[in-house]
């Protein structure tokens, strides 16, 4: 409906979208035209018209596995439609590029958008790839309002939907790192889990997503900020350790097999 209302009837739009939920239903592979199709459709859809069936339906297909496989340009699809609905949730940007009218606020999309792309994680071949995405992802717009505080019950619910997302790509990055060849994303990844978990020290997501990184080169400084976000016994004990210089490897950093969570 929402193509249909910023499109109109039987447009290509449309076409792409009701091919991609038959892929949903069927698990099979989609065409790269239609998903690059679904991220310019993501792009043009005015600010008026509700996005959600868009953003869910790239998250069905990224917790399916059918994203970035199959036909020759695949990953280039992936890549669009990730920069189209990160773009589009999290840096408040408008439609076809143009400014948002104010900054982006936590809400199904954000939440959808974060969801999309932990999914994305699952699937081993893409997850290094991500993880540059992954690290400018923290430094966006709407990242940083999204772990700020708010006295407003509707906006508060969907602040912690929209963190139980961010937690869940936090810890997924974590893992992916951990055999990651090229580890320039570990600063960022860290210190956001790290000021993640200073918000929700119970969260047994952000604590392994911390593990993780802590294992594979926390400093003494990380360590010290990790015990002081009060965080659950195993991380603490971990945290602990690296402050101590207990677990130091030939590196000066933590032996990775030492936080097997």
């Known amino acids: 409906e929402c193509i249909r209302q910023a ?60 994203l970035g496989t199959g036909e020759p340009g695949a990953h280039e699809a992936l890549e669009l439609l ?20 104010g900054p982006p606020t936590p809400g199904p ?24 995405l ?3 992802v923290l430094s966006s717009v709407g990242w940083l309002a999204m772990w700020e505080s708010s006295s407003c019950a509707d906006v508060a619910k969907n602040t912690a939907r929209a963190r139980d997302a961010a937690a869940t790509l936090l810890l997924n990055a974590s893992v992916a790192l951990r055999t990651a ?17 200073r918000a929700l020290p119970e969260n047994e997501q952000l604590n392994l997503a911390v593990g993780n990184l802590l294992a594979v080169g926390g400093s003494a400084d990380d360590a010290k900020l990790a015990l ?26 933590a032996f990775p097999a030492a936080w097997q969570p």
Request: contains cysteine.
């Open 7 to 66: 499109f109109g009837c039987d447009s290509s739009q449309e076409e792409a979208f009701l091919a991609l939920c038959q892929n949903c239903s069927k698990v099979s592979p989609p065409k790269v035209r239609h998903v690059a199709s679904l991220a310019r459709t993501v792009r043009q859809l005015p600010a008026d018209v509700p996005a959600v069936p868009l953003f869910d339906l790239s998250r069905r297909l990224a917790a399916l596995k059918l």
């Open 181 to 197: 060849r090229l580890r320039a994303a570990h600063h960022a990844l860290l210190q956001s889990s790290i000021a993640a978990l």
């Open 134 to 136: 992954a690290a400018q």
């Open 228 to 253: 002081q976000a009060q965080p659950l016994p195993a991380l603490r004990l971990l945290a602990a350790a690296v402050f101590h210089g207990q677990m130091d490897g030939p590196d000066g950093c």
């Open 82 to 101: 990730l920069d189209a609905i990160l773009r589009r949730s999290l840096d408040g940007e408008g439609p076809n590029g143009q400014p948002a009218i």
């Open 109 to 132: 999309t954000m939440m959808l958008a974060l969801q999309c792309l932990a999914n994305c994680f699952i699937q081993v071949h893409l997850g290094e790839a991500l993880l540059p």
